[in-house]
């Protein structure tokens, strides 16, 4: 059973850079998944981040592309979240979550199978 | 960028029938996925594909796909369904954006 945790601070500073890292257990980051980064601010839906292939490949939201990093560390089978320029608007529970895809004849689906429990971030002075 | 659109709430009678709607253009070239979210909880991934359930997910969840509108329909709600459903798809905008549904609060009287 893959489990993934989140791991970080629960409290950033206004300008200040987020870093959240995700740990895999009971599978490989090598597999042929993405992992991703989603979040979800208090009372409001979920917000795609962006993610990443053990290659190394990023895909990110256009809205928060020039302030995110993703990066993967193969031999500790994690992958890690940096935000810079934190504000009051990136408070939010961060999530981890493998995503995998099955693709049929014309079409493809895309779809989280494991979620990490999520991580409150609050950004405050 | 596209837009996944969902109707904010829906009600459902206990042991009846509702269906959850998400609409979007990137849905005429990709296959919706499903999730549940019970307050203070991460989602759980309940529907991919047409119509296919994750192991464990019991088969009163059933999907539909046509056009630009995917669905997700449980028969014979349970108290326990009462939650937040988000659909997820991939942006038909650019090869390699995603986005989630607005969300439906669904609430079983």
């Known amino acids: 059973q893959v489990q993934l945790q989140e791991s970080g601070p629960g409290l950033v500073k206004p300008s200040g850079t987020l870093s959240l890292t995700c740990s895999v257990s009971g599978g490989s980051i090598f597999s042929s998944n993405w992992w991703t980064w989603i979040r979800q601010p208090p009372g409001k839906g979920l917000e795609w981040i962006g993610e990443i292939y053990h290659s190394g490949t990023t895909n990110y939201n256009p809205s928060l592309k020039s302030r995110v990093t993703i990066s993967v560390e193969k031999s500790r089978n994690q992958f890690s979240l940096e935000l810079s320029s934190m504000s009051a608007a990136d408070t939010a529970v961060y999530y981890c979550?493998?995503?995998?895809?099955?693709?049929?004849?014309?079409?493809?689906?895309?779809?989280?199978?494991?979620w990490g429990q999520g991580t409150l971030v609050t950004v405050s002075s | 960028s596209s837009e996944l659109t969902q109707d904010p709430a829906m009600s459902v009678a206990l042991g009846q029938t509702v269906r959850i709607t998400c609409q979007g253009d990137s849905l005429r070239n990709y296959y919706a996925s499903w999730y549940r979210q019970k307050p203070g909880r991460a989602p759980v991934f309940v529907m991919y594909g047409e119509n296919s359930r994750p192991s464990g997910i019991p088969d009163r969840f059933s999907g539909s796909s046509s056009g630009n509108t995917a669905s997700l329909i449980i028969t014979g709600a349970l108290a326990e369904d009462e939650a937040d459903y988000y659909c997820y798809s991939r942006d038909s905008s650019s090869d390699h954006y995603y986005v989630f549904g607005t969300g439906t609060k669904v609430t079983v009287l």
């Open positions: 979550a493998r995503r995998g895809t099955e693709y049929y004849y014309e079409s493809s689906s895309y779809f989280f199978d494991y």
